[in-house]
C-alpha cells in the first residue's frame, strides 16, 4: 500500500491515526460485549474504518453526512459521545432514538448526520435534498452519502444519481466496495467492470480508489468536495475495500474465501497507515501503544457512565405524542359557507390559490412534480406559479418518485418546506418505501420533521382505467406518523392545503380528479387553514347517518335531494389520519343508524376502520349494524358503463334502503 502524505502536517497525520484507531478499537470493544450479551447485535465496519474516517475529516463538521451500518467512523469522527452512542446500542431510553432503533438506524441533527434505514437506498435521495437545499441558500456545502455495491442494485441508485446529475447538486456519492452484499458476490450484483462506469451514463465525474488507504480517501474527498461546490455538481466515488467480518456478527464469514480473506488481512487499513507512520518518523511503536492505551482508558471511562442496567421505562403517553411533531393548532373553521360577497370557484381553482397564497407566506416552500412548471402539471393546476417564483421554487423532476420523496426529506433537514406532485396517486407506488419508511417514521426515530406534503389527484369517474383511476388512500392510513387529508369541496380544498403546508409533519393531500372542475363553492379570498383532523358535518338529519369523504359527499348529497322525504345526517370525515372520532360518535348520536360510504374498495378500505370504531365504541348508540357502501372489490375497469357499475354510487340506493328497513 503506498501512502502519500502531501501536504499533510505530522499533526494532521496523528490526528488521521488517533481517528482510525478509536473505531477501531471501540469495535474490538463492542465484539466483546456482543458475546457477553450486553448488546444484541453488530454490523462489523473491522477492515473498512479508512472510508468512513477518512471522508467524515474531508467535510466540513456542518455538513451532512448520511451513513450506513458499518460506519461507526463517521460518528467518531464527528465527535460524539461513546457513552450515548453506547446506549443507543443496548436500546436504552436515553440513546439517540430513545430505544426505538437498532444501531446506526438514526440520525442527529446536532452532529449532522442523517442516519440510515433498512431499505439502504433511499437516503441517497435524501442527500439531493440536502444538497438541492444548500444550493437554494447559495452555501459553499456539499452533502455526502454512502452506499454499498450491493446498494448500487437498487432504482434508488439510478434515480438519485439521475436528479443530482440534472439538477447539478453538490453531492458526493460513496460507494464502499467490499465485494459481499451479505454473501451474494459482486459478481452476481453487476457486471460492469467497475462500479465509477455508472458515472459517465449519470454525465458527472467519477473515481475508483483504495479505500483501505486513509491519506487516499481524505486528499481525494477534499478535492472532490472543493469541485462539488465550485461547479455545483455531483460527484460519484467508488472505495475499494473488504469488510474482514460477517455482514453481521451472526451471518459468518464462511462463504468467504479463505484467501481473500488472508490477502484482504495484508491491507489492514490500520496496520498499514501504522508502518507508514513508523516508516516516516512520525510515531514509533512506544508512542502508538501509548495512543492506544490513552484510546482505552477513553472507552473504558465511557463506558463506565453507563455501565448500569438498561433504562427503559415504557410510557404509552409518550410514544403516541413522538409520532408526530407539534403542529400548529387551527381552531377556527373559516365561516364562508353562508356569507355574501365571497367569491365562487372551482375546486381545481382553490387548490391553485391555496399553493399560491402559501409560497408567498414561505419563502422556504419548494413545489416539485412532473411537468409542474411551465406546463403547469398534468391538470393545470401549478400554471403560472413558475412565472411568479421562478424555476428554482417551482421545479420539474425527472420520473423520479423515490428520489424526489427522498428529496422533499432532505430539503426538510435544512428548514424547507416542499409540496411534491404525485402525478397521479397510482403512481405513489414508485415511492411507497420513501413515505411509508422513511417519511413517516423519521419523527418517532429520532425526532427530525419531515416537513412534506405529497398531492395526490385520485378517484374514478373520468375512464382513466386501473392505473390512473385507483383510491388508494387506505394503503396509507395504516401507517402511523403519516397524516392523510381528503377535502370535498372547494373551501376546504383550500385551507386543507394551507393547514397541510404549515404542518410539519408528512401530509397526503388526496384531491378527487373528478371533482376538478365539475363543482363549485365559495372560497375566501384571504390566507386561512382548516383544521386537520375534524369532519365537517354537511347537513343534519334524523333517519340515518351516511359518513363519508371526498366524491362520496356529493353521492351523499345528490341522493338527499332525489329522496326529500328522507332526513339524511352527512358527515364529511375530511381528514383520514388521524380520524375524528368525536364527530363520528356525534353522527351515530344523531341517527342510531350509519351507512359508511367511500369510493375505495370494500375490503380494508377506511370504511372498516369506521365501522370497527363505532361498532366498538358506540354499540349502544346503534339501532342496526353499521352498514359499508363501498366500490366493488375489483380493479377499476376503463369502460365508461363498467366503471358506473365498479363505483359505489352504484349501489347507494340499495343500502339506504337496507339500513332504512332494518
Known amino acids: 500500500m503506498h501512502f502519500e502524505r502531501k501536504n499533510c502536517s505530522n499533526e494532521e497525520l496523528v490526528r488521521l491515526y488517533k481517528s482510525i484507531l478509536l473505531p477501531r478499537m471501540i469495535e474490538e470493544k463492542m465484539l466483546v460485549f456482543l458475546r457477553q450479551g450486553r448488546i444484541s447485535k453488530w454490523f462489523s465496519g473491522i477492515g473498512q474504518e479508512a472510508i468512513a474516517v477518512g471522508a467524515t475529516l474531508a467535510m466540513k463538521p456542518e455538513e451532512w453526512i448520511l451513513p450506513l451500518h458499518r460506519n461507526l467512523g463517521v460518528f467518531t469522527s464527528r465527535n460524539m459521545p461513546l457513552s450515548k452512542l453506547f446506549l443507543q446500542w443496548q436500546g436504552s431510553q436515553d440513546g439517540y432514538s430513545k430505544g426505538r432503533e437498532r444501531s446506526f438506524h438514526f440520525g442527529t441533527r446536532e452532529h449532522a448526520i442523517c442516519g440510515m434505514i433498512s431499505h439502504l437506498g433511499p437516503q441517497l435521495g435524501v442527500a439531493d435534498g440536502i444538497a438541492l437545499a444548500y444550493k437554494l441558500q447559495k452555501k459553499n456545502r456539499a452533502a455526502l452519502v454512502f452506499t454499498g455495491d450491493g446498494g448500487t442494485s437498487e432504482g434508488d441508485f439510478h434515480e438519485a444519481l439521475n436528479v443530482a446529475s440534472v439538477w447539478d447538486l453538490p453531492v458526493i456519492f460513496l460507494i464502499e466496495n467490499n465485494g459481499y452484499g451479505l454473501s451474494t458476490p459482486v459478481s452476481e450484483q453487476y457486471r460492469c467492470e467497475s462500479l465509477v462506469y455508472k458515472a459517465e451514463g449519470y454525465g458527472m465525474e467519477g473515481v475508483r480508489i483504495d479505500g483501505n488507504n486513509i491519506l487516499t480517501v481524505y486528499d481525494t474527498l477534499r478535492g472532490i468536495r472543493e469541485y462539488c461546490i465550485k461547479y455545483q455538481r455531483p460527484y460519484l466515488v467508488e472505495c475499494m475495500t473488504f469488510r474482514m467480518r460477517g455482514h453481521e456478527e451472526a451471518s459468518g464469514i464462511k462463504y468467504v474465501p479463505a484467501e481473500l480473506l488472508e490477502d484482504w488481512a495484508k491491507k489492514d487499513p490500520v496496520s498499514n497507515f501504522e508502518q507508514f507512520l513508523r516508516e516516516q518518523g512520525v510515531l514509533d511503536d512506544g508512542r502508538m501503544e501509548q495512543m492506544k492505551e490513552e484510546i482505552r482508558q477513553t472507552i473504558e471511562a465511557e463506558l463506565t457512565q453507563v455501565s448500569g442496567p438498561i433504562k427503559l421505562v415504557p410510557d404509552t403517553e409518550e410514544e403516541f405524542f413522538d409520532v408526530y411533531a407539534p403542529a400548529p393548532y387551527v381552531t377556527e373553521e373559516p365561516d364562508a359557507f353562508a356569507g355574501e360577497g365571497v367569491p365562487e370557484k372551482r375546486l381545481i381553482d382553490a387548490i391553485s390559490e391555496g399553493l399560491d397564497q402559501s409560497m408567498q407566506q414561505h419563502g422556504n416552500l419548494v413545489l416539485m412534480g412532473q411537468d409542474i412548471a411551465e406546463y403547469g402539471g398534468a391538470f393545470k393546476i401549478t400554471e403560472g406559479l413558475v412565472d411568479k417564483y421562478g424555476r428554482s421554487r417551482v421545479r420539474n423532476t425527472p420520473l423520479c418518485e423515490s428520489a424526489i420523496v427522498g428529496c422533499a426529506l432532505g430539503l426538510s433537514l435544512e428548514g424547507y418546506k416542499s409540496v411534491?406532485?404525485?402525478?397521479?396517486?397510482?403512481?405513489?407506488?414508485?415511492?411507497?418505501?420513501?413515505?411509508?419508511?422513511?417519511?413517516?417514521?423519521?419523527?418517532?426515530?429520532?425526532?427530525?420533521?419531515?416537513?412534506?406534503?405529497?398531492?395526490?389527484?385520485?378517484?374514478?369517474?373520468?375512464?382513466?382505467g386501473p392505473f390512473h383511476s385507483q383510491s388508494n388512500e387506505a394503503w396509507f392510513a395504516h401507517v402511523p406518523g403519516l397524516k392523510i387529508v381528503y377535502p370535498s369541496n372547494p373551501m376546504d380544498a383550500k385551507g386543507l392545503l394551507i393547514a397541510a403546508i404549515n404542518d410539519p409533519n408528512p401530509v397526503l393531500y388526496f384531491e378527487h380528479k373528478a371533482l376538478y372542475r365539475s363543482i363549485s363553492g365559495p372560497v375566501p379570498t384571504d390566507y386561512y387553514s382548516t383544521p386537520i383532523g375534524k369532519g365537517r358535518t354537511v347537513q343534519d338529519g334524523d333517519d340515518f347517518s351516511i359518513i363519508t369523504y371526498g366524491a362520496g359527499v356529493h353521492w351523499a348529497l345528490d341522493y338527499a335531494a332525489a329522496h326529500p322525504a328522507l332526513s339524511i345526517h352527512i358527515l364529511d370525515l375530511r381528514t383520514l389520519l388521524p380520524l375524528d372520532y368525536t364527530a363520528i360518535r356525534a353522527a351515530v348520536e344523531a341517527t342510531g343508524k350509519v351507512l359508511v360510504l367511500h369510493e375505495d374498495t370494500l375490503t380494508g378500505g377506511v370504511g372498516a376502520e369506521v365501522a370497527a370504531w363505532i361498532g366498538e365504541h358506540c354499540f349502544q348508540l346503534l339501532d342496526a349494524p353499521v352498514l359499508r357502501c363501498a366500490s366493488l372489490d375489483t380493479p377499476i375497469p376503463f369502460n365508461g358503463g363498467l366503471e358506473q357499475n365498479f363505483l359505489a354510487s352504484a349501489r347507494l340506493d340499495e343500502y339506504v334502503r337496507k339500513i332504512l328497513n332494518y
Open 420 to 464: 411534491m406532485e404525485m402525478q397521479f396517486a397510482d403512481f405513489a407506488t414508485a415511492g411507497f418505501n420513501q413515505i411509508v419508511n422513511n417519511l413517516a417514521k423519521i419523527h418517532y426515530r429520532w425526532g427530525q420533521a419531515a416537513d412534506v406534503v405529497i398531492r395526490m389527484p385520485t378517484g374514478a369517474g373520468v375512464g382513466a
